[in-house]
Nanobody, 117 residues
Framework: QVHLVESGGGAVQAGGSLRLSCRFP???????????MAWFRQAPGKQRELVAT???????DYVDSVRGRFTISRDNARKTIYLQMDSLKPDDTAVYYC????????WGQGTQVTVSS
């Protein structure tokens, strides 16, 4: 049974943009709304890293390497989070995953982002 559904990845050239979406179909609103949600990524040969978080009050935080280029947002009514990625760089190439900040849900398949120079 699917806990989360990631989409929106693709292949772009450096400087391009992508918007990722992640829906949490099995979470009830009363659980989703007060939860801090997050995007993670895993590049080939590297460990999965936290990229961005969004708290219930919509405050956000980012890893230094994406700050100013990526924007995380949430739609509580749709139980969905988004990651707008602008000014993409080849180093952003990775499989992107979503989850609670605590990582407590089973991981999905992720969505591949490939940035060419």
């Amino acid at each position: 049974q699917v806990h989360l559904v990631e989409s929106g990845g693709g292949a772009v050239q450096a400087g391009g943009s992508l918007r990722l979406s992640c829906r949490f179909p099995r979470m009830i609103t009363s659980t989703f709304n007060p939860s801090t949600m997050a995007w993670f990524r895993q590049a080939p040969g590297k460990q999965r890293e936290l990229v961005a978080t969004i708290a219930p009050d919509r405050s956000t935080d980012y890893v230094d390497s994406v700050r100013g280029r990526f924007t995380i947002s949430r739609d509580n009514a749709r139980k969905t989070i988004y990651l707008q990625m602008d000014s993409l760089k080849p180093d952003d190439t990775a499989v992107y995953y979503c989850n609670l900040h605590t990582r407590e849900l089973p991981w999905g398949q992720g969505t591949q982002v490939t940035v060419s120079s």
